[in-house]
């Protein structure tokens, strides 16, 4: 008995000695810092176990504005605040994503040797190819050049809905379906490499393993169903370029290409890259989708409602001849009166988006900065905003914040600043999931139209019950903590009807000429 009590004595001697030698220092100014239980690795042991809940469990012990987690000597700041969110959007230049894009890129996409896309040897000759990079995917996916590519995958969204028929779906599934279709299709053209079942299966395959692509560990064992889609994706794409499938792809493909090629790249490396870019465009649509249909769907005076501003703000009914010259009528769905005229229908897309969130935010320090005059950032350390605390955050959304309400977003939908309204102004900022100003996600307005259009139709022309007989909302995956959206980890069944209101009657979608 004495010898284990010795042996105990000299591991917690050790444990504090290496605390001491391992464990970075911490300055007054910092904000507070959370110890684990286990030193070193308990904070890690907790990410692994709860995923992104993890800062939910942390923010919940501290109930602080910001606190300090080591995790072995890497410092890493977790803000809870909006007030200190928006500090840190004023100092981007040093508060960045940046230092992060080329080692993820590279691990994540098995992009090898020092080319231009992922050099290191020349920190100027890096940064403009990324600047040049980051200009020719904005200048697309917040450009006119976005409007084509959002009516081509509309229509494409207005196939699939025209070819579901009434019958039962493993409805995450069929979103992911449709969706990946619809973006690729009207991303890359006819000769898009993504159209086939087992190219399609690659793809979220790809995307489910990237946290651990990313630790460049091991790969092809660590990570072997993921690095196996990568590779087989890697595969069609350098086919899809060498028989020149981008020269009737949109300009989003065009634009970075040229940027590639005059950078020097090999096709190999484009191929690879590649691979990463319509992640972004794809990962969190089916999700959202998928949620905002269990969220109007399970509340049936919700989804009454819904209807009934549909028909009242966007629908127009017109008689027209079917192929026979028989009469028929049509229903014209108006896209920019879905986002303008329907605020209910957006509300609740928001509210979804709010409860659902998984994202936080990563971004390194390049130089201490001091936030509000209060807490100092030291620099090499890392900042994480977690969604699913400000988003869910009493002082923010009020006393129901983890309660389902669209309504909540009805009196703050104009853009934040605009008359000096404060409460307005603190809801915006709290309002994570498509990331905060300068960071916010540049394929927000695509994905919301996509999903607009998808969920209004879905709403007009069917009703959708669980095979089961409740809503009852399915177990989450939570250890994906790459997904801004939680993704459920089971499938949910549907039953599919056609209303009996709309038997008979053909849609169409209209959006406005020069917006999206």
Sequence with gaps: MEQFYLHLLVLLVLSILLRFLIAPGHAPEEPPLVSSRIP??????????????YYVRLSAQSQLPAITINIFRQKIYLIYSPGLLAAAQRHAKYISFEPFAALAIRRAAGIKGNGPIVSSSSEKGRSSFDKQMKDA????????????????????????????????????????HVLTMATTDSIYGPMNPYRNREAEAAIWEFDSGLGKLTLNFAQRFIAREAYQAREKL????????????????????????????KAGATLEDIARLETLMVLPLLSNSAPSTFWVLFDIFSRLDLLEEIRKEIVQNALQFKPCDDSMGKPKQMCTLNMNNIRDKCPLLVATWQETLRLRANTASVRFVSKDTKLNDTYLLKANSIVQTPANVLNVDPNIWGPDAHLYNPRRFLDTRASPGAGGDRKRDRKWNGFMTFGASP????GRHFA????????????????ISP?????????????????????????????VVTRKEVKGIDWEFQMMEGKA
């Design 448 to 463: 919301t139209a996509q999903i607009l259009a998808l969920v209004s139709l879905l709403v007009m022309k069917f009703d």
């Design 137 to 176: 995917v904005h200048s697309v996916l917040l450009g006119e050049a976005m409007v084509g590519i959002t009516r081509a995958s509309v229509a494409a969204i207005k196939k699939s809905v025209d070819d579901l028929r009434s019958t039962e779906v493993d409805l995450l599934t069929w979103c992911r």
């Design 234 to 261: 890697v595969k069609r794409l350098l086919e899809y370029f060498e028989k020149c499938g981008y020269i009737n792809a949109s300009s989003f493909v065009q634009r970075r290409l040229e940027v590639e090629r």
């Design 40 to 53: 070193f690795i308990g904070h890690l042991i907790g990410l692994a176990r709860y995923g992104n809940r």
């Design 439 to 442: 960071w916010t996600c540049p």
């Design 467 to 495: 095979v089961a007989g409740d809503w009852v909302s399915p177990r989450i995956n939570h250890r994906s903590m790459a997904l801004a959206i939680s993704i459920p980890a089971e499938g949910l069944m549907v039953n």
